[in-house]
């Protein structure tokens, strides 16, 4: 009886930990630092994608190669040229994890076609509703929020853009992500 009891406080313990543990990302870019929980629990292959990228360093001299107020800012898959990197294969569209676009939310960022999604990621400005799952809409996987630097993307999104060759709402002056590296686990409450 002592036993079973044991065994069922150890598995709580641990499946509450397994449960209350995101991943913290910080990322320094050339405007500021943002600080950013990846949601584990909830979009574990997006996570899993993101982190991969960040552990590999793949982030790093990459920048924001699309700016638009009042909508996001996207980054994570070109260099300062507007070359497109080397990405792994696309992963499975967790948009059906009923995380929302709302302001401060990371989602990955995807062609036409709902399973495309490798590196690149935005981050919302403001609450995109249309980028949810819908019936008519495969939507945008959203897999982490911004939890200190908000400014920092703010200020972001009022740089001057222009197009680019076939890019459009390029930041004239180059927005960097120096480096992404995993900073800790947080704790949900």
Do not use: C, W
């Amino acid at each position: 009886m002592l036993k079973q009891a044991f065994i069922a406080i150890a598995t709580t313990f641990i499946s509450f930990q397994i449960m209350a543990a995101n991943t913290v990302v910080e990322m320094k870019t050339s405007m500021g630092n943002i600080e950013i929980e990846l949601f584990n629990d909830k979009a574990p292959i997006s996570a899993k994608n993101f982190e991969s990228y960040v552990k590999d360093n793949f982030y790093n001299g990459t920048v924001f190669h699309r700016v638009i107020p009042d909508f996001m800012i996207q980054g994570g898959g070109m260099d300062v040229k507007m070359t497109e990197k080397q990405t792994r294969a696309p992963i499975q569209n967790e948009s059906y994890n009923g995380l929302k676009n709302t302001r401060g939310t990371l989602a990955m960022a995807r062609t036409n076609h709902p399973n495309s999604a490798t590196s690149q990621f935005f981050i919302n400005t403001v609450d995109n509703d249309f980028l949810n799952k819908s019936q008519m809409n495969a939507g945008y996987a959203v897999f982490g929020k911004v939890t200190k630097g908000m400014n920092v993307v703010d200020q972001i999104t009022k740089v001057p853009t222009a197009n680019m060759g076939m890019h459009q709402n390029v930041p004239k002056q180059a927005i960097k992500i120096i480096s992404m590296t995993i900073k800790s686990t947080a704790n949900k409450n």
